[in-house]
């Protein structure tokens, strides 16, 4: 797969995913000449000309389930991940290295999003009674 960056990550495929990619691939996706996995909907059936398809399908679901996150696109993808990942124990390196982040700042980001786990983790201010 390639990331961002356009970088190749090879990453483990969990079992329920890789059967439910058979089962779309088996039943559901309709019968084309590309060999690419996720095809348009509509005619002509081809793979997603650009990475910026994808931010457009998900600006679109956005749209019909009438959200209006800080984050738009593709980007709430990999920002949900993070999320999702430093919520369950993750560290924030093993998500700067996941998401191919080549500075530890900018991972940072995903830090005061958990709100509840920072404050957790934080000590009581000096000369202020707990």
């Known amino acids: 797969m390639h990331g961002k960056g356009q970088r190749l990550a090879r990453l483990p495929l969990p079992a329920d995913v890789g059967a439910a990619l058979v089962d779309y691939l088996r039943q559901d996706r309709p019968a084309c000449s590309?060999?690419?996995?996720?095809?348009?909907?509509?005619?002509?059936?081809?793979?997603?000309?650009?990475?910026?398809?994808?931010?457009?399908?998900?600006?679109?679901?956005?749209?019909?389930?009438?959200?209006?996150?800080?984050?738009?696109?593709?980007?709430?993808?990999?920002?949900?991940?993070?999320?999702?990942?430093?919520?369950?124990?993750?560290?924030?390196?093993?998500?700067?290295?996941?998401?191919?982040?080549?500075?530890?700042?900018?991972?940072?980001?995903y830090a005061k999003v958990d709100i509840a786990a920072l404050r957790a983790i934080a000590l009581p201010w000096p000369g202020v009674a707990s």
Not at 74 to 97: C, F, K, N, P
């Open 34 to 109: 590309t060999r690419r996995v996720f095809i348009r909907i509509k005619a002509p059936r081809r793979s997603f000309v650009s990475p910026s398809t994808i931010c457009c399908i998900v600006h679109r679901a956005l749209k019909r389930a009438g959200l209006t996150p800080a984050f738009k696109g593709a980007h709430l993808l990999r920002h949900s991940l993070a999320t999702d990942l430093l919520r369950r124990g993750a560290s924030l390196v093993e998500i700067g290295q996941l998401l191919h982040h080549s500075q530890p700042n900018t991972t940072q980001i």
